[in-house]
């Protein structure tokens, strides 16, 4: 797994560390369900994303946590029993709201960034 | 969706690479724990933890063809995961999930930093103690006792037990210079890191800046002295004069070391004022993520 940059500039830190919620779920949207690594590596295929282990798992146990994610406990080939999420109906309603507040932002920024220098 | 593809039965798990797996979960089990997460939030990001080592180390052992997971495989995973304390930084970073998106989020109000809170209340606390431990020392001056005979003598007095009393629990606040540095500097650490979380980012340099400040100005103002009074002896020695501040100039209206103080002491204070503010800038920098 590939290690985040140091040398990162902060405000790109900052943005996808806001963005971890986000992207955990838009990533479980498009499949019936998944395990933490499994979720991780599909997350980390896409370009500009390096999350961790550290950041992904805690976020899974807390959106689980407040409803928004089902867990389904199935077998494992080694070690505990593996975790399997999924969007609940409260999970995906999240999701709606957080696309299109992303939507809008990004909208916004995009028309400001593509306004002609004065 | 497919992970990686390892077979997942015939890989068996050495015990030296067990006891190094196990190791590596109770580390962040342990830090969890301290950052205040349940067991069951605890259990499921370990057991997630734990799920993706084997998995990992199952696909490692079997690029070699190798059915038991050796050492070897454990340090190639081990380099490329994030390591213990990782999770107490997202235990903190990472606000509590909400249903009603970015806006509320954005909502929670920063607090000032406690560590810059401490360092300010040790200030006083210290300013406190040492005023008391001068008015002590006052309050020990001599006085004039009569003897019996008739004759008289000076005794100094002990300061009390009630003083003594008072005065033990004032001691750790002459280590104000000491502690409110340290927290400032704290402070600043923190707000920096979790910015969204801590605010007081003026009074964290306060706390930091204010004793080294005064060590500053004492310095200069020793070293601006020095330079002004040895000056001075030589200038008046060379021109016959042997001792400017002890050749009967003592009646004069203006006491002389008071005339060269004060531009010692304007110096001092307005290269403190230099280096204070170029420290602030340097900090304010530092702060804001920009180069120094």
Redesign the interface.
Known sequence: ?S?PNPAE???SSQLR?GL??LTVLAALRG?KE?????L???INALPGFAL????V??????????G?LR?RVGP????????YYALTA?GK??LA??SS?WSQ?NDSIRSLLDEPES | MNASNPDPHSATFSDDVQAKLDAHLDAVDAVLQKYAQSRSQRSAIVDELDGQLREMLAAKAAERDASEVALEDWEWVAVSIDPPEAYARQSIDLPATNFTGFANEEAAEPNVSRWSLVGLAWTVYGGVALTLLILLMLSRSSQIVRLPGGGVTSEVESPSRLWLLVLIPLIPGLFAPLVTTAMGILALSQIKRYPQKWCGWGLAVFDTVLFPSVVVLGVLFGVVWSAIFYGVEMIMMLNGNRNFFDDGWTNASVDRHTVLQLPAMALAGVSTAVVLWLVVRRLNRWGLGEPA
């Not at chain 1, 961790?52 to 950041?55: A, K, L, P, R, V």
Request: aromatic share 8%; hydrophobic share 35%.
């Open positions: 797994m290690k500039r902060p405000w560390k971890v919620e499949v998944a395990y933490g690594y499994e991780l590596q599909r961790t282990e550290s950041t798992y805690p976020m899974l146990a807390r959106l689980s946590k407040v928004l867990v494992s080939p080694h070690g505990p029993p593996r975790r409260a309603k999240h709201a957080m507040e932002l």
